[in-house]
């Protein structure tokens, strides 16, 4: 069985982004898991002004999942000015309704602002209180682009983990996995080759029983597969907090990481590849499926 960590579905077509393409269907989603041998996935909602040409909110989700809800999993998503633009602003009254239509976690998170923000810290206050897992972008940059911003090293990640220790954090981004090796500040927004010399992402997941990844997109794949031997490693040591993920953003996209997760397999143990799999998704989010 395979479970997507992460994936993306518009109610209907819309308004392209700059080079043409646009969030699949939820029909479409469904179509392009059916090609990959994807079993179930995650549709997050996009309500972020930064990185996208057409909102998908929380409701929208709801509604495409009710039509497949034996592939699809619904989590909602806020961004932290909503409401009253204020770091006192009541998120409980969101996320409660969210929770009552079915949605499982928050996310995907992008709006740029910083990591540690009073407005974000206040969201994240509802969201560990609710025990709900949040799917989160970071970013390289402040003022140009999308995600949680945060500096080299990702200190604010680590301010954030520590401050809550019982909110799921599932990082994602060129930002985030890059520093699963040493890297430069030209090179932290993209996809470093090479060798990995390990990072600060790797002391941090050491560090933070929180902290999850969420490795879709070719961030995940790139950090995982530019060095298989550490990629090896890393997954086994790691293998209770990794989650098999393709972002899949378009109807047109092609994934790396479903391939190159199978070739994994017979490569690391067959309890750490059942886990990043599905078994690591169905203990978070609690979905009951049997082994």
């Not at 998170?109 to 709900?132: E, Q, S």
Request: one cysteine or more; glycine letters at 10%; hydrophobic letters at 35%.
């Amino acid at each position: 069985m395979l479970i997507d960590c992460h994936t993306h579905a518009l109610r209907s077509p819309s308004v392209t982004r700059a080079g043409g393409s646009t969030c699949p269907t939820g029909e479409q989603l469904v179509g392009r898991l059916d090609d990959l041998g994807i079993d179930k996935a995650v549709v997050l909602p996009m309500v972020s002004p930064e990185c996208r040409n057409r909102y998908s909110p929380p409701e929208d989700i709801v509604e495409i999942v009710a039509k497949w809800p034996d592939r699809l999993i619904p989590f909602c998503n806020l961004d932290p000015r909503a409401g009253s633009n204020s770091p006192d602003t009541d998120f409980g009254r969101f996320l409660d309704v969210y929770m009552e239509m079915g949605c499982k976690g928050v996310g995907e998170v992008t709006g740029n602002l910083p990591f540690d923000h009073p407005k974000y810290w206040n969201m994240f206050r509802y969201i560990a209180d609710r025990g709900l897992p949040m799917t989160i972008h970071i970013a390289s940059d402040p003022d140009v682009g999308y995600g949680l911003y945060d500096e080299m090293g990702l200190p604010l990640l680590e301010k954030t983990l520590r401050e809550f220790p019982g909110l799921n954090i599932l990082g994602h981004s060129q930002a985030f996995w890059s520093e699963i090796s040493q890297v430069t500040a030209e090179a932290r927004g993209g996809y470093p080759k090479g060798p990995v010399a390990p990072g600060r992402l790797v002391e941090l997941f050491e560090s933070y029983e929180n902290l999850w990844g969420d490795m879709s997109a070719g961030s995940g794949h790139n950090a995982i597969s530019r060095d298989p031997e550490f990629g090896k490693t890393f997954l086994e040591q790691f293998q209770d907090r990794l989650l098999f993920g393709t972002d899949i953003s378009s109807a047109e996209y092609e994934p790396p990481m479903p391939d190159y997760f199978r070739s994994l397999r017979g490569v690391i143990s067959d309890e750490a590849w059942e886990k990043i799999a599905w078994r690591n998704m169905n203990r978070l989010l609690g979905l009951g499926i049997a082994a």
